[in-house]
């Protein structure tokens, strides 16, 4: 393969590449041989610490900063620390993170750093009215934060439908009506909570109808990240289980967004996810795949290549399996 992992000591996933003091500092899940046969609900995915990464350029050396965060040290820690994502706000940085509780439901949580690579110290409880997973913490021109989330199947979104938790649902109502969309809520001031309702995000096909459940090709699964370009917000996910990165443009950070097209095609391995930023003039995706691990669908490695645009805005293709 012509992309190479970008570190080869451990095995790392779910890259959410950040510039912040002039260095790109990349949040990873920590991926482990944990020894859980693998099932659709991700119970394989038994992760149980953070590690940051940063580069101070792209190609370039990449650091290791060690232990950002614990699993023992979580108060509300029941298992799984899965894709986290940071944000800074006046000299203090934000790690939010997935995991689930001590009953097995996955809640959003906070910790906190003076540092950009941590350690980062968790707040005792979960984010108040938090669930599901792929945090995603965008922060506007304006000023102004935002959280996107959520995951169908492992990630348990389908089990929210309702407003309340519903354990019986089993991976996702497979119906012509529209398909779970993410979540988005602006952030508190004080970056530790929701300051305000939480909506549900509509992606919409070409003719302005909401992609249906159906759609596997085009749904959203999980692993949403917003970034803004010439003006306009793009929003690209995860399908999922048929493991492409795909992205939509709507006008505002709530959208809708309407679906544009493939932005990676499969790579090898189950999951794929990614971040998208610009650094230095460029702009780059960080994605993962299996290769260091000759395709184990848990054991993951991230890696960079640059992204460009079209002059009309699109996003070409990157094919995943080179
Ligand atoms: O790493 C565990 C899960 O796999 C992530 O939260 C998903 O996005 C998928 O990459």
């Given at each position: 393969m012509k992309h190479k992992p970008l570190v080869t000591h451990m095995y790392t996933a779910d890259p959410r590449a950040h510039v912040f003091n002039d260095k790109v500092y990349i949040y990873t899940s920590h991926d482990i041989e944990a020894g859980i046969p693998e099932n659709d609900f991700g119970d394989h995915f038994d992760m149980r610490d953070y590690h940051v990464l940063s580069m101070a350029s792209i190609p370039g050396e990449v650091t290791d900063h060690g232990v950002a965060l614990d699993i023992k040290d979580i108060p509300w820690a029941g298992r799984q620390l899965w894709s986290n994502d940071c944000a800074t706000k006046d000299g203090k940085y934000y790690l939010y993170y997935p995991m689930k509780d001590k009953t097995d439901v996955f809640r959003l949580g906070v910790a906190i750093s003076d540092s950009p690579s941590g350690p980062f110290k968790p707040e005792p409880e979960p984010m108040e009215g938090s669930f599901s997973i792929d945090p995603c913490v965008f922060c506007d021109t304006d000023g102004q934060y935002y959280m996107y989330w959520g995951g169908i199947w492992g990630g348990q979104l389908q089990r929210w439908i309702t407003g309340k938790y519903d354990?019986?649902?089993?991976?996702?109502?497979?119906?012509?009506?529209p398909a779970i969309g993410p979540r988005i809520a602006k952030l508190r001031d004080d970056m530790l909570g929701y300051a305000e309702e939480i909506k549900e995000i509509r992606i919409l096909d070409e003719e302005g109808n909401p992609l249906k459940g159906t759609d596997h090709n085009r749904r959203f699964f999980e692993a949403c990240w917003m970034h803004k370009y010439n003006g306009k917000y793009y929003l690209s996910y995860s399908t999922g289980n048929t493991h492409l990165i795909l992205y939509a443009i709507g006008d505002n950070p709530y959208g809708p967004f309407t679906y544009q097209g493939?932005?990676?095609?499969?790579?090898?391995?189950w999951t794929t996810h990614h971040s998208i930023l610009e650094f230095k003039g460029k702009w780059y995706l960080y994605y993962h795949d299996c290769e260091l691990s000759a395709g184990k669908t848990h054991l993951r490695s991230i890696k960079v290549r640059e992204l460009r645009y079209n002059p009309d805005g699109s996003i070409v293709t990157m094919d995943g399996g080179n």
């Open positions: 354990p019986t649902v089993g991976q996702e109502p497979d119906t012509e009506s493939v932005i990676l095609t499969p790579v090898l391995g």
